[in-house]
């Protein structure tokens, strides 16, 4: 086989065999392929396209370059979910308890991240003493126990999206969907789901801006597990605004507790049932949406999901005396809020712009090396559609820098107000099994 015939192979158009997509992946990690090569393919698909076997063996090849997590020994079918990003998104602190709680094992890995605010492992270190890292025999004894545990990245995942990531972010073949698709896939096999929950988000705040793109992105996706055994449901969400209403680490830990409470902004508890709903029919515990929305309000309402977080944060030695007082969690030196300079209703607020911001005040990290402000944020007080008046707060922002007053423009810039009430949009556009 020779690397020159895949690439003229694709750049005509045709398909690759999964013989020849593994002899890319493994010679590429082993530094056999060289980057122009490498990057001459990537350019080929992104211009060329793949079908669905195409991307499933591409998954496959890069889930199988690295680590493969067995989590065979846990009980119950191991449902993962994954967010494409957006700003402000608690909700896998939420879900994790919440899916957990009515019997779902949540066996979750994650991350530091790049972007608005940090991960979700970042976010449950803003509570005091939480650990994320825990050996392989203790995170399996916690989920079979407790239905819950979640980890840091470790070893060796998928190394071989890690390369072709950096090649394609400077040979502009980063948006392609196939590659997306594979890349996203690619993780979550080497995770070890048996089942995922995909959240695609849409507009202004998400990667895919167009909601005609999501929804391909998404159905490529699904497309990807059923050639590789494994279930996958997609909802197509709205990133058009922040989440919820907390943007930052520590803040949002708070908005996670208020929804697991039963009091959380309409929006992200909404999106949080729909997804949950979606993980407890993979999961096998209810057998209709329907009953696994309501197994899902009944345990925020009984306290259980509540309960479970407690569980799951003193298992890894985090406070738990945050959960009835909040105010244990990091708090900024400077609390200040924004006030409208109009009077009238939100037509839009930038999502992205507005995480921006919350990056600028510290709540994430611009490049690996910077060191985040777990306290840092933005609270917002308005959502598009709200009324605000002349002088009164569209938002709070949190941080420990002095200079606070620098992103004021930029946040006035992200919202508009406009004298008419605006249409308002789905938050779920769609699914898809
Ligand atoms: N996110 C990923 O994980 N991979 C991509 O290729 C793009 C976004
Ligand atoms: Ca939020």
């Not at 065979?72 to 608690?90: A, E, F, Y």
């Not at 399996?140 to 840091?152: P, T």
């Not at 948006?175 to 507009?203: F, H, Q």
């Not at 709903?277 to 309000?297: D, P």
Request: with cysteine; net charge negative.
């Amino acid at each position: 086989m020779r690397m020159y015939d895949i690439i003229s192979k694709k750049r005509d158009g045709q398909m690759l065999t999964e013989e020849e997509i593994r002899y890319f992946v493994k010679g590429y990690v082993a530094q056999e392929i060289p980057d122009y090569q490498a990057s001459a393919l990537m350019m080929a698909i992104y211009l060329r396209g793949m079908d669905s076997r195409e991307c499933a063996d591409l998954t496959k090849a890069m889930a199988e370059s690295g680590d493969m997590i067995d989590l065979s020994s846990i009980n119950g079918i191991k449902v993962d979910k994954h967010s494409t990003g957006g700003v402000g998104d608690t909700t896998t602190i939420i879900l994790a308890p919440l899916v957990a709680s009515i019997g779902v094992p949540i066996a979750k890995m994650s991350g530091r991240g790049l972007g608005h605010t940090g991960g979700t492992i970042d976010k449950l270190e803003s509570i005091p003493g939480f650990t994320p890292e825990i050996q392989n025999e203790q995170f399996i004894r916690l989920v079979n126990e407790n239905k819950i545990a979640v980890v840091g990245q470790t070893g060796n995942l998928a190394p071989a999206d890690k390369l072709l990531y950096s090649l394609r972010d400077v040979t502009a073949t980063v948006d392609s969907i196939p590659l997306i698709a594979s890349s996203i896939m690619s993780k979550k096999i080497a995770a070890g789901a048996e089942a995922i929950v995909l959240d695609v988000k849409t507009g202004s705040g998400a990667f895919m801006k167009e909601l005609q793109d999501a929804e391909v992105l998404a159905q490529t996706m699904v497309e990807i597990g059923k050639h590789m055994g494994r279930q996958v449901s997609a909802i197509i969400s709205d990133m058009n605004e922040p989440l919820g209403k907390a943007i930052g680490n520590s803040l949002e830990i708070r908005e996670a507790l208020e929804v697991l409470r039963g009091d959380g902004s309409k929006d992200l508890t909404e999106l949080c049932l729909e997804l949950g709903s979606h993980m407890a029919l993979l999961g096998g515990v209810a057998k209709t949406k329907e009953e696994a929305w309501r197994q899902l309000e009944a345990s925020i309402s009984s306290g259980q999901a509540l309960e479970t977080f407690r569980t799951f944060i003193e298992s890894q030695n985090g406070d738990g005396r945050i959960i009835d007082k909040p105010d244990r969690l990091p708090q900024a030196s400077h609390i200040i809020e924004l006030p409208s300079p109009y009077s009238g209703f939100i037509s839009s607020m930038h999502a992205e712009k507005i995480g921006h911001a919350a990056m600028k005040l510290g709540a994430g990290r611009e490049t690996k090396e910077s060191v985040i402000d777990l306290a840092a944020g933005i609270m917002l007080h308005k959502k598009t559609g709200d009324y605000v008046k002349s002088g009164e707060a569209l938002l709070t922002i949190h941080t420990n820098l002095p200079e606070y007053g620098q992103v004021n423009d930029q946040l006035l810039d992200a919202i508009v107000i406009s004298n008419e009430k605006p249409i308002s949009r789905p938050l779920i556009y769609k699914t898809i099994h």
